[in-house]
């Protein structure tokens, strides 16, 4: 099924790569149909720094969607830091998503999904009628995808606006090669170096947000960055970004960790040149105009031949996380954060058939003389099939301790609270479901719950929507005091040591609770010596 559904993505996403640059096709499938807008209540207008734009009412949420915060980029303006939106007159409406930005990879949207280059817009949700001045907590949303697929548009934020009293907004940024292609060239010609026109993407969102928010009834003052998986890695950059400063209080990463490797500006640069050959840039003189006059389809081809991420190395991002926490640059603020129990059941198709004899050649294989405790550690006899061990393995090794080792390190700098994701009901992402194996608690589980998703396997349950509001909740506390303390709800408390480590673990039938044996439970002791 998963080969289906990727074949099919990539024909959809291919043909919509090679529209002209400077197209915009069709609308994107909203989360406010035709019957809500004609059942909404009066279209709530509010004026932005370039233009009225009036909204949609329904659920008792309102919603500005495809509000640009930045100018389209294209041709010029592709590899160019962001540019400011052009302005306009009278009211512009505000009642239909955007494109997606150009899909590098497949998986992140649906085969029906429209992509653009001009793609630089985000939505706004907050509770219905809310008044300039109402001074209401912000939430910025950054979504994942490795850096190469995924969009803001799939994560409504009306049911966390109306529950929580939080103002939502999420974001589209450039990916691939378009978001993060470093180039000797493009650097000469870059503010802050090339490698990073995501990450600028990100602080021009986040601008916009100190500019206009206040319009929608939102606090300045009070603004959580949040993301997942790539998307809490833009968040792990940006509190190490100088151009950052100022403009969020909070933040909160899931299913990702401050401390990764990244890659330099110089190896960016060198590994751009050969990416620039393949595509036909060969010209030195004219390596610029040649990139951003290249057909779509063809950057998407050779995504493989570059370094993708963010760079390290230039005054937009002069160092990495790890080092301006150590120094004290970074920009210091209160955390969330967290993973899901079985991180990576996601997109490990490939193990589904493993036997034993081929799961105990795995490990022997990778793990080498570590190799014998790695098997005594998980023993088959305690779980469903070797495909499930060896992705608890990987979970363990990859992602959950690691994620572990980055929260200790900012606790010892300013306030953490952590959690754990453990509803082994819940659904995955569409199109990722392996036949016979249980993919729940797997990367990514956790938005359905956050969000008003619309890239889930299936609809929630009604035990789990009980486990999604108290999620709602505890984020939309965060967002209100930097700590996540939600009425009615068992306390989380603060992630330290004195507390023995203690991680709120996240589960269905009102049975959230605050664990101490999370490290024990991963094994994180053998895979952080």
Not at 66 to 90: E, H, I, N, Q
């Amino acid at each position: 099924m998963f080969r289906r559904v990727l074949k099919r993505r990539l024909a959809a996403l291919a043909a919509a790569a090679l529209l002209p640059a400077l197209a915009l096709v069709a609308s994107a499938p909203t989360a406010t149909s035709a019957a809500d807008r004609d059942a909404s209540r009066a279209a709530p207008v509010v004026r932005t720094d370039s233009g009225l734009v009036r909204g949609v009412t329904t659920d008792r949420a309102d919603r500005f969607l495809g509000l640009p915060y930045a100018a389209p980029p294209v041709r010029d303006l592709r590899f160019a830091p962001p540019a400011a939106p052009a302005s306009w007159k009278g009211v512009r409406a505000a009642d239909e998503q955007s494109p997606a930005c150009l899909q590098f990879q497949p998986s992140g949207v649906r085969e029906e999904q429209a992509v653009s280059e001009d793609c630089l817009y985000l939505d706004v949700y907050r509770p219905s009628g809310t008044e300039p001045g109402a001074r209401l907590p912000v939430l910025v949303w950054f979504h994942g995808g490795a850096n190469t697929q995924g969009t803001g548009v799939i994560y409504g934020g009306g049911s966390m606006a109306t529950r929580t009293g939080v103002i939502v907004v999420t974001v589209n940024y450039r990916l691939g090669a378009l978001g993060f292609l470093a180039h000797p060239a493009l650097s000469d010609v870059t503010p802050g170096g090339s490698g990073n026109y995501a990450r600028m993407d990100q602080v021009a969102s986040l601008k916009w947000v100190q500019d206009n928010i206040a319009r929608f009834g939102g606090d300045t003052g009070n603004v959580t960055i949040a993301g997942q998986s790539a998307g809490g890695g833009a968040v792990c950059d940006l509190m190490a970004m100088p151009s950052a400063r100022g403009l969020f209080d909070k933040a909160a990463v899931q299913s990702s960790q401050c401390l990764q490797s990244q890659s330099t500006l110089a190896d960016g640069e060198k590994s751009g040149v050969t990416y620039a050959q393949a595509v036909g840039c060969t010209d030195e003189a004219t390596v610029v105009s040649c990139l951003r006059r290249t057909w779509p389809g063809t950057l998407i081809a050779h995504q493989g031949e570059y370094l993708g991420g963010s760079k390290v190395g230039g005054s937009t991002l002069p160092e990495t996380f790890r080092q301006a926490l150590a120094d004290g640059s970074w920009n210091a603020v209160p955390v969330l954060t967290g993973n899901t129990r079985s991180e990576n059941r996601l997109a490990s198709e490939s193990l589904a058939d493993l036997t034993t004899e081929g799961y105990e050649e795995l490990v022997r294989t990778t793990y080498g003389d570590r190799a014998d405790r790695v098997l005594e550690l998980y023993p088959l006899d305690k779980y469903t099939s070797p495909w499930d061990a060896i992705t608890q393995i990987r979970t363990d090794s990859q992602r959950a301790c690691t994620n572990q080792q980055s929260a200790q390190l900012i606790s010892s700098k300013a306030p953490v609270y952590r959690y754990e994701f453990n509803d082994p009901t819940s659904p995955t992402l569409y199109g990722f479901t392996i036949p016979g194996k249980d993919m729940s608690n797997a990367h990514s589980a956790e938005l359905a719950y956050l969000f008003d998703f619309t890239l889930g396997e299936k609809p929630l349950t009604a035990q789990q929507e009980k486990l999604a509001d108290q999620m709602m909740r505890y984020w939309g506390a965060f967002a209100h005091s930097g700590a996540p303390k939600a009425e009615g709800e068992p306390a989380w408390p603060r992630y330290t040591d004195g507390f023995h480590w203690p991680v709120m673990q996240l589960r269905t039938a009102g049975t959230s609770k605050v664990i101490t044996s999370y490290s024990a439970d991963h094994h994180c002791d053998f895979w952080l010596a």
